[in-house]
Protein backbone atom coordinates (compact mmCIF):
# COMPACT_ATOMS: atom_id res chain seq x y z
CA UNK A 1 0.00 0.00 0.00
CA UNK A 2 1.33 3.42 -0.86
CA UNK A 3 2.09 5.69 1.78
CA UNK A 4 -0.34 8.44 0.95
CA UNK A 5 -3.09 5.46 0.53
CA UNK A 6 -2.46 4.23 4.16
CA UNK A 7 -2.82 8.09 5.47
CA UNK A 8 -6.09 8.51 3.87
CA UNK A 9 -7.35 4.92 5.39
CA UNK A 10 -6.26 6.08 8.81
CA UNK A 11 -7.54 8.90 8.71
CA UNK A 12 -10.84 7.98 6.97
CA UNK A 13 -11.31 5.32 9.64
CA UNK A 14 -9.67 6.96 12.59
CA UNK A 15 -9.95 10.60 12.70
CA UNK A 16 -13.22 10.72 14.55
CA UNK A 17 -12.10 8.23 17.29
CA UNK A 18 -9.04 10.04 18.09
CA UNK A 19 -10.92 13.21 18.07
CA UNK A 20 -13.45 11.87 20.75
CA UNK A 21 -10.24 10.33 22.77
CA UNK A 22 -9.03 13.71 22.78
CA UNK A 23 -11.60 15.38 23.69
CA UNK A 24 -11.79 13.60 27.01
CA UNK A 25 -7.99 14.78 27.33
CA UNK A 26 -8.69 18.31 26.66
CA UNK A 27 -12.06 18.85 27.40
CA UNK A 28 -12.02 21.06 24.00
CA UNK A 29 -13.72 20.05 20.87
CA UNK A 30 -11.85 22.81 19.00
CA UNK A 31 -8.03 21.88 20.68
CA UNK A 32 -8.85 18.19 20.49
CA UNK A 33 -9.58 18.51 16.13
CA UNK A 34 -6.38 20.75 16.18
CA UNK A 35 -4.44 18.01 17.99
CA UNK A 36 -5.20 15.39 15.75
CA UNK A 37 -4.79 17.25 12.67
CA UNK A 38 -1.58 18.00 13.60
CA UNK A 39 -0.72 15.25 14.32
CA UNK A 40 -1.88 13.92 10.64
CA UNK A 41 0.22 16.68 9.50
CA UNK A 42 3.03 15.40 10.96
CA UNK A 43 2.39 11.93 9.59
CA UNK A 44 2.02 13.21 6.22
CA UNK A 45 5.53 15.37 6.58
CA UNK A 46 7.40 11.61 7.27
CA UNK A 47 4.70 8.88 5.53
CA UNK A 48 7.34 6.24 5.59
CA UNK A 49 7.56 6.25 9.36
CA UNK A 50 3.69 4.77 9.61
CA UNK A 51 4.55 1.71 7.32
CA UNK A 52 6.84 0.87 9.77
CA UNK A 53 4.54 0.65 12.87
CA UNK A 54 2.63 -1.85 13.87
CA UNK A 55 0.03 0.46 15.30
CA UNK A 56 -0.13 3.87 13.34
CA UNK A 57 -3.22 4.42 15.19
CA UNK A 58 -1.80 4.48 18.87
CA UNK A 59 1.15 6.80 17.48
CA UNK A 60 -1.22 9.11 16.22
CA UNK A 61 -2.53 9.34 19.46
CA UNK A 62 0.48 9.59 21.27
CA UNK A 63 1.39 12.41 18.87
CA UNK A 64 -2.27 14.26 19.32
CA UNK A 65 -2.17 13.87 22.82
CA UNK A 66 1.83 15.44 23.05
CA UNK A 67 0.58 18.34 20.87
CA UNK A 68 -2.59 18.78 23.63
CA UNK A 69 0.03 18.78 26.52
CA UNK A 70 2.58 21.34 24.75
CA UNK A 71 -0.57 23.78 23.57
CA UNK A 72 -1.73 23.86 27.29
CA UNK A 73 1.79 24.58 28.96
CA UNK A 74 2.23 27.19 26.37
CA UNK A 75 -1.32 28.43 26.96
CA UNK A 76 -0.72 28.55 30.32
CA UNK A 77 2.65 30.59 29.79
CA UNK A 78 1.02 32.95 27.80
CA UNK A 79 -2.08 33.52 30.20
CA UNK A 80 0.82 34.05 33.34
CA UNK A 81 2.30 36.67 31.13
CA UNK A 82 -0.54 38.23 29.85
CA UNK A 83 -2.17 38.87 33.67
CA UNK A 84 1.07 40.27 34.44
CA UNK A 85 1.13 42.55 31.91
CA UNK A 86 -2.47 44.04 32.18
CA UNK A 87 -5.81 44.16 30.54
CA UNK A 88 -5.48 44.43 26.77
CA UNK A 89 -5.01 47.74 24.74
CA UNK A 90 -8.18 49.54 23.94
CA UNK A 91 -9.77 47.99 20.44
CA UNK A 92 -8.73 49.72 17.35
CA UNK A 93 -10.84 52.79 15.76
CA UNK A 94 -14.51 50.87 15.08
CA UNK A 95 -15.39 54.18 12.93
CA UNK A 96 -17.46 53.33 9.87
CA UNK A 97 -14.79 55.19 7.88
CA UNK A 98 -11.95 52.55 9.48
CA UNK A 99 -14.15 50.22 9.59
CA UNK A 100 -14.33 50.57 5.39
CA UNK A 101 -11.07 51.16 5.09
CA UNK A 102 -10.29 47.84 6.90
CA UNK A 103 -12.32 45.68 4.38
CA UNK A 104 -11.51 47.41 1.34
CA UNK A 105 -7.59 46.51 1.86
CA UNK A 106 -8.96 42.94 2.23
CA UNK A 107 -9.65 43.27 -1.11
CA UNK A 108 -6.00 43.78 -2.13
CA UNK A 109 -3.88 41.42 -3.55
CA UNK A 110 -1.01 40.45 -0.62
CA UNK A 111 1.37 42.40 -1.56
CA UNK A 112 -0.20 45.76 -1.95
CA UNK A 113 -2.34 45.08 1.47
CA UNK A 114 0.79 44.42 3.25
CA UNK A 115 2.79 47.07 2.19
CA UNK A 116 -0.06 49.62 2.76
CA UNK A 117 -0.91 47.92 5.95
CA UNK A 118 2.58 48.27 7.24
CA UNK A 119 3.38 51.73 5.78
CA UNK A 120 0.16 53.43 7.42
CA UNK A 121 -1.49 51.42 9.52
CA UNK A 122 1.94 50.41 11.28
CA UNK A 123 3.97 53.50 10.68
CA UNK A 124 6.30 51.68 9.21
CA UNK A 125 9.14 53.94 6.74
CA UNK A 126 8.97 52.25 3.11
CA UNK A 127 12.62 50.70 3.79
CA UNK A 128 11.56 48.91 7.00
CA UNK A 129 8.18 47.75 4.86
CA UNK A 130 10.59 46.43 2.12
CA UNK A 131 12.80 44.63 4.99
CA UNK A 132 9.88 43.24 6.53
CA UNK A 133 8.59 41.36 3.38
CA UNK A 134 11.72 40.38 2.03
CA UNK A 135 11.36 42.70 -1.02
CA UNK A 136 13.25 45.95 -2.55
CA UNK A 137 12.55 49.49 -1.70
CA UNK A 138 11.15 49.87 -5.48
CA UNK A 139 8.75 46.74 -5.30
CA UNK A 140 7.42 48.31 -1.94
CA UNK A 141 6.79 51.48 -3.89
CA UNK A 142 5.25 49.92 -6.65
CA UNK A 143 2.98 47.65 -4.37
CA UNK A 144 1.53 50.71 -2.54
CA UNK A 145 1.21 52.68 -5.31
CA UNK A 146 -0.94 50.11 -7.30
CA UNK A 147 -2.74 49.56 -3.96
CA UNK A 148 -3.91 53.19 -3.32
CA UNK A 149 -4.89 53.01 -6.65
CA UNK A 150 -7.12 50.28 -6.36
CA UNK A 151 -8.38 51.41 -2.82
CA UNK A 152 -9.45 54.71 -4.23
CA UNK A 153 -11.89 52.86 -6.73
CA UNK A 154 -12.71 50.82 -4.45
CA UNK A 155 -13.05 53.27 -1.34
CA UNK A 156 -14.74 55.36 -4.08
CA UNK A 157 -17.49 52.29 -5.30
CA UNK A 158 -18.30 52.22 -1.71
CA UNK A 159 -18.78 55.94 -1.57
CA UNK A 160 -21.62 55.80 -4.15
CA UNK A 161 -23.14 52.73 -2.27
CA UNK A 162 -23.39 54.18 1.01
CA UNK A 163 -24.40 58.00 -0.22
CA UNK A 164 -27.41 56.06 -2.15
CA UNK A 165 -28.44 54.17 0.95
CA UNK A 166 -27.39 56.65 3.96
CA UNK A 167 -27.87 59.82 1.86
CA UNK A 168 -24.48 60.90 3.10
CA UNK A 169 -21.20 59.95 2.40
CA UNK A 170 -19.89 58.31 5.03
CA UNK A 171 -15.77 57.19 3.68
CA UNK A 172 -14.53 59.53 1.73
CA UNK A 173 -11.09 58.32 -0.54
Not at 17 to 30: C, F, H, I, K, S
Not at 57 to 65: C, K
Not at 117 to 132: G, I, K, N, R
Not at 135 to 158: E, Y
Request: aromatic content about 4%; glycine content about 6%.
Amino acid sequence: MFDADLIAELYAGCFRRLVVQLYAVTGDLNEAQEAVQEAFTRALAAPGRLTRLDNPEAWLRRVAVNVARSRHRRRRVLDGLLRRIGPPPAVADRSPEHLALLAALRGLPDGQRNALALHYLVDLPVEEVAATLGVSVGTVKSRMSRGRQTLAALLTDRDVTDSTSTGRISVRS
